[in-house]
């Protein structure tokens, strides 16, 4: 079974940056569209960031467009969120996801493997 290991959450105050990371225990992952999903109490799951799995395609939530950015090492079997400019609404625990298809994409039922999730706070 594919394992996901999420880094790179922590503490920032608001109009700063963080970067986080998510590397699939398997290589053949690369051949699957990978996502950022971002969850908070009382709030519904949200999908952030989708890539494809060439990376030639992208797709982001209306709420970090502009201020986040998706990509993807596929040599280290590696996706990253960098989160640019972020805000208290950011604050989330923020979980890695892959997909069952190359094609980026924000539908849950495309995922199959999720990994544990990274806490994310954004202070003002």
């Known amino acids: 079974q594919v394992q996901l290991a999420e880094s790179g959450g922590g503490l920032v105050q608001a109009g700063g940056s963080l970067r986080l990371s998510c590397t699939a225990s398997?290589?053949?992952?690369?051949?699957?569209?990978m996502g950022w999903v971002r969850q908070t109490p009382g709030k519904e799951r949200e999908f952030v960031a989708s890539?494809?799995?060439?990376?030639?395609?992208?797709v982001y939530a209306a709420s970090v467009k502009g201020r986040f950015t998706i990509s993807r090492d596929n040599t280290k079997s590696t996706v990253y969120l960098q989160m640019n400019n972020v805000k208290p609404n950011d604050t989330a625990v923020y979980y890695c996801?892959?997909?069952?298809?190359?094609?980026?994409?924000?539908?849950?039922?495309?995922?199959?493997?999720w990994g544990q999730g990274t806490q994310v706070t954004v202070s003002s």
């Open positions: 996801a892959r997909a069952n298809v190359p094609w980026a994409t924000q539908v849950a039922t495309r995922y199959d493997y």
């Open positions: 398997e290589r053949t992952s690369r051949g699957y569209a």
């Open positions: 890539i494809s799995s060439t990376a030639g395609d992208t």
